[in-house]
């Protein structure tokens, strides 16, 4: 039942570990004798990944100072490694096949070999993206009044409660669903029939999913299932998942920079795959994980940047998804913030920020210097302070544009042509075009300057709709009133 | 006058044709004795390709039970085995350096070789995708609104007729053009005055193009010329060419879905040329081809799926195009579907499918579990199942949405701020609305849920502009109604 | 301090050039002994260039007739060879360990061996790209009140003005900065305290950048640093930096093409490299720069189009950037244009174009037919004269449509629900509906019709909003009086 599998990854070699024989567990061997044909894609995936072709524990103790459990000394990481990693913690464990299996594997499950990754990432506030999305009433709001679907009647639409497979569908595929088990199933397979677990919020890949065994999180939201590839993760693809939308357009804007260019020309010459990723030789142009995630390191191997799983370790500003761009919170729990209103927001609704849950300038002057760093690999000095220039003045300009918009809905609001708070304040039209203020066009606009890609800070959905948006905004103010008269 | 081509391409060793030598024909020699010089970038394309490197014979004969002719026996594809076949049957047909040289090649010529494909294709709605649109007098009606042009006269927009070039632009360029013969016409040219056949409609290539043959449709949409790519053909830059606007978003969804960042990141390492795609091992992630079109087989061989070339064999639902979701029509010529109203709409302006021209809940049962094999190569059943109880309930609150946008373009009618039927429906901007709600909101959203690219059914065109664009409408119709006060 | 560097490039040793040992000159030495471990990423970048592997004199003096200066015969062109280069015409010439350095390297100091190039790219009107957009008063309004910021007072939206820091953030990114010294700053470095000189309009790379030394433009725009590579600037890619946006979607239109579609699917086998670039061998289908830009050859070397860096050799028409579509003006500098209502426009406000500065019909045919020649190498003439044609009548129809948007503003300014001349015709609600008319929808239209990417000529932000834009500007016009009246 043990079947060997060459190590021939060349890049491998390079590193100098062993090419020996690697093995597969016997557990393993008993998953791919039928998971071969039943579901042969990701076998296959798999075959090709570093997991089924090292083993890990030389390496890891070595080099990471990690000690993985005796069971899995001399063995590649296969089904049985993952998919049966601390089953008493898993709710969605089930009986298959003699092996107490979940189908869920967890950055918990994964934590058993990359600890650091792991612990890094739980400071990030993607692993708590499904609370600080559906915990926080203002933002749960935002949710339903996005989402619908809305009915007419009598004159009036009316929002129908969303349900849970339309949120699963839109907002919850990035921000992670809570996983739960819902009880059993039997199913007809080509083994006759089985018991599987049936679970609620699946299939779900966001990253901060709630996982059944209570971690938060999912490591293949960036390193995709079975290949579990660096390369994957280190390209710019992966991000557009989540980040390419109007919202969010992170994607969109790095790739009418000169960074993005550059990658798109020249990335098939580039090596995606050293941990310690060399500036120049591996790479010509940062990636999203060049600045945000790698550990980047110079031609001798000195090291520019350490690895961090904590995204916004190097990022100052919080440039999106909030009314107003502000310091980066303290907490990656969110839902903990308190304005002075009251509301579990990080700025007043007039955009001053709220003090004691904002990282300190001293912080934020950290986090810049050391996302400087990776600039300088390449660029002086002067060139990397002209640019964060005029990203401040962005943050200060979109952040000016965005209270005339909240100012004009005020008026909205006083003047009775739109129902303000303690009601949504986003399901309104004007209340609807106030969101696209901040949400859609001062984002972007602050993206464009964040990563030069001044498109998106013009006329694609940049300035030019901040202004056009604001002009519309208070002629619709106007025929608010004059239908109201009229009527 | 007879040359030799090596056949080298290494694929086509390992299945084992005979790498002999292939010869071309006497024909086709002559018009490369010309063409050579004067489209020179296109004879370079065809040396490149299968055509120019094998003999179809014993192939089509061995693996598709077809026989070719017996001119073809012994001579490889080139520009006369096509552009000389049929000639009787083409209009477009002219007297060229002693040959009977035709233009357009049609599906009824590719069938000489590719008769299964061909007849596929023409069960295929897209091989009807002119008459659908321009022999449907309300979608005749949406052309005109959409394309114009207007212009202003004493305070009122007048559309004008929308020209021929017009919608051979926009519309036709991917619905296809009808190609005639308007006459001869002389030209000067490198080799002294020649005739040729003058054409309207060209050039066109799109999918349903009505042929100077009668024929309908044109392989060249997704397999360019001259190099007959099935590489061409399975990557979804190809789709994109009519897939990727507001409209129809398959590209954009695709490629933000993890199987698109997965293709993105990793097709470098792909195999797109087996005819017998496996998954797997010649592709880790699925591309357009790979969910609708190819046939694909597992590590040992064995058939996963067939292929096909009607495009909809495959799928339950039809998603986009029409005002709301519904089952796939059962014919591929859509002109014929009458709705209670006596227009031809497969649904009822209020959403109700359209009985006896859909297709039996049995067939779409069948169409899924078609589709679910391709997913099932790579996914659990619970995962599968998970996926398309998202797209279920998508269809049905998009649904939801489009009524809810209908019910207030009926008022704005009732009120007489809108002209409805017998006049256009499409031309006013109130009416243009409720166009976007379904032609693109509602289309987008699915598209997103089919596909899982989520950014589609949340804020890129999906669920955020369903529910703006409702309020909208609402706040349109009271400003219409207090303007018609006012006057 | 001298070091060799072998000539490994294969397509160079091809072209027949020694492949002996290149020199890297002293001064370069040294400013590699300290920028290998400062600036690591571009001296890696560097020394991957074509600039870091060969001897220029030989080739330019043979192939191209250009005598470069003795100091650089027998060396490659470093660090030195271009950032001390006419160092006494350079305001940011600054002493740098023994060395007169300037940080700004300008087309002025390219053109030492590439003066061809840089000749051609002076009658270009994007190296006028910064005087064309801020010495036109119009448009330098436009600029105004697209980027803003406005603040809401007493009911009132006021614009203020757009500080230097946003216009090089937005507009300036690609049509460039004036890049000016402002003095000299002292900072800390690994090695001790240096003085550099600080710079006004710095980082920049746009098109018509003003340099420290009086030239325009900035030949890395396209060519980036340092790598300078062919490859890259024949890729669309690096044309989407600047030509993706809504107000001028070039790439975005490409990317739909099937000559775009078959780029993307095939430029792997591709090769980009030789200066006198093949048709069907080198690549099957074009990118930006084989229609605009690279000197196309066929098989036999034959020059079917000359390489030019003057990008409207080859055009007729100006699509985009102004109110209706006319032909290409005389001169690059287009703030000369008058037209007789004394505004520095080529066309009159109702789309009359204006005589006497722009090319006449005969220079429009012959580089017409220029360009036809690239089509040619592919495509038969009709094919060719049928796309024109369909070019020539998006023309026609897409300035009716303007004007007909144009008559709707002139309502709103004699009604007196916005303010025209002499006030910003760019600022308010209706007159931004107006500008998106021309610069977003008739532009993207063109583009559909002069590259075949039809999706943006219908649905994507084609001729469908058009029409829309039309109806939805007389609705708003009719809500603007109702609106007045009801004060």
């Not at 790479?283 to 999203?288: E, Q």
Request: charged share 20%; with cysteine.
């Amino acid at each position: 039942m043990v079947r060997l599998v060459p190590l021939f990854l060349a890049f491998w070699a390079i590193l100098g570990f062993s090419t020996s024989w690697a093995k597969i567990s016997e557990a393993t061997e008993t998953c791919l004798s039928c998971h071969e044909s039943v579901t042969p894609g990701i076998v296959a995936d798999w075959k090709k990944s570093v997991h089924a072709q090292i083993l890990p524990g030389d390496i890891l103790s070595k080099k990471y100072n990690v000690q993985v459990p005796k069971k899995f000394a001399g063995v590649v990481v296969g089904c049985a490694e993952c998919h049966t990693q601390n089953h008493g913690a898993h709710k969605d464990t089930f009986d298959h096949n003699g092996f107490k299996v979940h189908k869920v594997v967890t950055p918990r499950d994964c934590a058993t070999c990359h600890p650091h990754e792991v612990a890094q990432y739980q400071k990030n506030k993607m692993s708590h993206a499904y609370n600080n999305l559906l915990g926080n009433p203002v933002y749960h709001g935002l949710v339903e009044a996005s989402l619908g679907p809305q009915s007419f009647k009598e004159g009036k639409l009316i929002y129908e409660k969303t349900s849970n497979l339309t949120k699963a569908d839109a907002c919850l595929h990035c921000h992670g669903t809570k996983v739960e088990v819902k009880g059993k199933v039997v199913r007809d397979t080509d083994f006759g029939e089985m018991e599987f677990v049936d679970l609620a919020g699946w299939p779900n890949n966001g990253v901060g999913r709630i996982n059944p065994d209570g971690s938060m999180g999912s490591c293949t939201s960036c390193h995709p299932r079975h290949g579990f590839s660096i390369e994957v993760a280190r390209k710019p693809y992966t991000c557009s998942e989540c980040h390419k939308g109007p919202d969010v357009p992170g994607y969109k804007v790095y790739m009418v920079s000169k960074h993005g260019n550059i990658f798109s020309s020249k990335n098939h010459e580039w090596n995606f795959k050293p941990n310690n990723w060399t500036v120049g030789k591996d790479f010509t142009a940062p990636t999203c994980a060049a600045c945000h995630i790698s550990q980047l390191v110079d031609a001798d191997g000195n090291i520019i940047v350490k690895r961090t799983h904590q995204m916004n370790d190097r990022l100052a500003w919080r440039i999106f998804g909030l009314i107003y761009a502000h310091p980066q919170p303290k907490d990656p729990d969110t839902t903990k913030i308190k304005n002075k209103a009251g509301l579990p927001l990080p700025t007043e609704l007039t955009g001053e920020p709220v003090e004691g849950y904002l990282i300190s300038k001293e912080e934020m002057a950290k986090r810049r210097a050391t996302m400087k760093k990776v600039c300088l690999a390449c660029h002086a000095e002067d060139w990397v302070e002209g640019h964060f220039a005029k990203l401040d003045k962005s943050i200060e300009t979109t952040n000016k544009q965005t209270l005339a918009a909240t100012l004009i809905l005020l008026e909205a609001w006083n003047a009775g042509v739109a129902k303000g708070l303690p009601s949504s304040i986003f399901d309104e039209a004007i209340e609807k075009m106030w969101v696209e203020q901040w949400l859609f066009y001062a984002n972007s606009t602050r993206y464009a300057s964040a990563m030069a890609g001044a498109d998106y800070g013009a006329f694609a959905n940049g300035r030019w709709y901040l202004n056009k948006n604001l002009q519309q905004m208070l002629d619709w103010l106007g025929f608010l009133k004059a239908a109201k008269k009229a009527q």
